[in-house]
């Protein structure tokens, strides 16, 4: 049984609390795309957890976690990030995590051509989150990447580098005036973060397939939604990966399986970090409250988060691309406060009323159009059935799965991990 968790919009959908509770039936979690440019935020009975790499069911004893070849890993972010989850007392062991070999390593010098960039583009930016991703992964495709298996082989490695360096410090230091880096301490930063990881480090397909014989179950973890795919997202305001379910089986190594069900989340409004369009977004007093109601900082950067009414357009649309079997709408209970919900259901572009997500100037131009629908106007954080919900909740979250054409299954009234409605 193969299930992918994605995201529907613009990310931050709160992906990583629905893996720690749908893990709990799987026997591995996979991430397959991505690096650590965007975080899961997970609550439950041990704390709280901000997770940017590694997929979430590391939360769980019981779960063998991948790290795949899709993935773009900063050895030293990782590194990091294990040693902040032992001091919680989360167990890591080659035993539970598992990172492919061909899998890709972030470098010190993406990092800093990513940064160098955005401040050179100035008021232009992209809204990087300045994580060495975009640099990254067109090194990958230009063929000029290391990855996590390259770490046993430090004599090739030590060879190979000296002319990748060379190339990489042309741009370092003729494009941006910037110091350029050198062979002893990117070997050095390689020895210092990636020995420590080398024990977890495997051919994750292999891995996969023999468990997949085995009867295991797999889930496959998203980062970002179908909106920041590099070719279905709002390019080029996008990641640079493919956030897309059907590349999930692609960027865990095991590119012949097909997927049983994707599980697609959405917020019960729209919320987005970065630049580019984002034609339901609100403004002043009614933004501010909407963000201070929903804690809406980004786990990876803190930024605060753009805010804004649920969009069918945008949504209908991530659904289709991620292929959702089922959804789960998050943060219902953060609507409470109103006492009337701001719905976006169409664009206005150029005059006309537009039902499908459009493409590049149109996207800049939308304007929304909203309904009103009735709010609730009460806790609900405490309620586990359907029945619970006051009516005009349950209204919603059917409005919601009408306009978008496709079941919600899961509803989610908090963070922590039992508060959740199963339909």
Known sequence: MLTAVVGINWGDEGKGRMVDLLSE?????????GGNNAGHTVINDRGEFILNLLPSGILRPEITNVMGCGMVIDIEHLCKEIGRLREKGIVISPENLKISERAVICMPYHVMQDCLEEERLGDAKFGSTRRGI?????????????????????????????SILDWKNLTLTEVYHAEGCTVEKIMDWLK???????????????????????????????????????????????????????YAPIGAGIPGRQLDKTVGIMKAYSTCV???????????????????????????????????????VASKYGVRVQGATELAVTKLDVLSYLKEIPVCVSYDVDGKTVTEFPYGRDLTIAKPNYVTLKGWN???SGCKTLEELPKEAVEYVRFLEKAVECPVKYISVGAERDAIIVL
Not at 25 to 33: A, G, K, L
Not at 278 to 290: K, Q
């Open 192 to 246: 210092t973060y990636g020995e420590p990881l080398m024990p977890y480090v495997c051919n994750a397909g292999t891995f996969l397939t023999e468990a997949l014989k085995n009867g295991k179950r797999v889930m496959f973890e998203a980062q970002l939604g179908a909106l920041r795919d590099i070719d279905f997202g709002i390019y080029p305001y996008t990641s640079s990966s493919y956030t897309i379910a059907s």
């Open 25 to 33: 039936e799987q026997d591995i979690v996979v991430r397959y795309q």
């Open 274 to 312: 970065g630049e580019g369009p984002f034609t339901a977004e609100m403004f002043g007093e009614e933004a501010e409250a909407l963000r201070q109601a929903g804690g809406e900082y980004g786990a990876a950067t803190g930024r605060p988060r753009r805010v804004g009414g649920f969009d069918v």
């Open 134 to 162: 975009a640099p990254v992964y067109g090194d990958k495709y230009l063929k000029k990447a290391l990855r996590m298996g390259d770490l046993f082989q430090p004599e090739a490695l030590r060879e190979r580098l000296p």
């Open 378 to 380: 009460c806790d609900i």
